[in-house]
T-cell receptor, first 119, second 109 residues
């Protein structure tokens, strides 16, 4: 159980394009979803935390107008990279947190990630 | 502030044992997690420690000392597929995972 599906797995597009990445919890309700970005040989960087039905909380330095996050249901969150540029090329990973009773034993279930390449 | 310190890279031989150390400082503490991450893939959960001591799970074991802010991951009978990055991630008082840069483990035949 606790499967998180992330699509697409790979995106290549031109500079200026907006790209949407979906993150779905397939067999559980995710009250909280996390969006990370990871550059080569660097650590996971938390971009934002989203709770169903409310606005996402962005980490310092992350432009909320650039990275639009929508968490419309308990099973779906989307990240839209607006007007993407080459410096936005990175590995984007979502994760979801299930019921609170599992929070300390298995805090986050990860999607497979999306590799975004902006030409 | 919050800080994670683990070696950047380690090399070990197939069949051997390797210990990856991690020291941490967090605002509050609700346990420590170890994840494995292969290149180009998302992290996968390995272990969780909340009390002091050793937790064993097959070839992998994880140790925690809360008073020292220290943990290690022990990998036995190393296999080539164990080549990956290993991420130490303590959980703070808000139940948020704090991620370090990870240790890249290279296994040689």
């Amino acid at each position: 159980g606790a499967v998180v599906s992330q699509h697409p797995s790979w995106v290549i597009c031109k500079s200026g394009t907006s790209v949407k990445i979906e993150c779905r919890s397939l067999d559980f309700q995710a009250t909280t979803m996390f969006w990370y970005r990871q550059f080569p040989k660097q650590s996971l960087m938390l971009m934002a935390t989203s709770n169903e039905g409310s606005k996402a909380t962005y980490e310092q330095g992350v432009e909320k107008d650039k990275f639009l996050i929508n968490h419309a249901s308990l099973t779906l969150s989307t990240l839209t990279v607006t007007s993407a540029h080459p410096e936005d090329s990175s590995f984007y990973i979502c994760s979801a947190r299930s019921e609170d009773r599992e929070i300390v034993t298995q805090p986050q279930h990860f999607g497979d990630g999306t590799r975004l390449s902006i030409l | 502030g919050q800080n994670i310190d683990q070696p950047t890279e380690m090399t070990a031989t197939e069949g051997a044992i390797v210990q990856i150390n991690c020291t941490y400082q967090t605002s509050g503490f609700n346990g420590l997690f170890w994840y494995q991450q292969h290149a180009g893939e998302a992290p996968t959960f390995l272990s969780y420690n909340v009390l002091d001591g050793l937790e064993e799970k097959g070839r992998f074991s994880s140790f925690l000392s809360r008073s020292k802010g220290y943990s290690y991951l022990l990998l036995k009978e190393l296999q080539m597929k164990d080549s990956a990055s290993y991420l130490c991630a303590p959980m703070d008082s808000n139940y948020q995972l704090i991620w370090g840069a990870g240790t890249k483990l290279i296994i040689k035949p």
